[in-house]
């Protein structure tokens, strides 16, 4: 496992998790008596809000999927490896 790349996982993912359940609590909501601009501007508000709780929602799961694979990665020993005989044909 290479400690590096966990961290890095591990970082994306909890700050993609944390900003993106901050800002569903944080999402303005609609009251009684508004004038339309008022309305449309809301309606943007939330629109804006939804498109980054969406990002960071991706950069989350990119987060885990890192996480995941430097679960499965080895550090490399030097050396080029062994090297393999075959037998020879018989014929």
């Not at 290479?2 to 901050?22: E, N, Q």
Request: charged content about 15%; overall charge positive; glycine content about 10%.
């Amino acid at each position: 496992m290479d400690k590096r790349i966990f961290v890095a996982g591990m970082a994306m993912l909890v700050v993609g998790t944390s900003v993106s359940l901050y800002l569903n609590n944080t999402i303005p909501v609609a009251r009684g008596n508004v004038t339309e601009q008022e309305a449309v501007l809301l309606l943007e508000t939330q629109a804006t809000y939804h498109q980054i709780i969406t990002l960071f929602g991706y950069i989350a799961a990119f987060g885990f999927l890192i996480t995941l694979i430097s679960v499965g990665l080895k550090r490399r020993k030097g050396g080029a490896g062994k090297t393999v005989t075959q037998k020879p044909a018989q014929t």
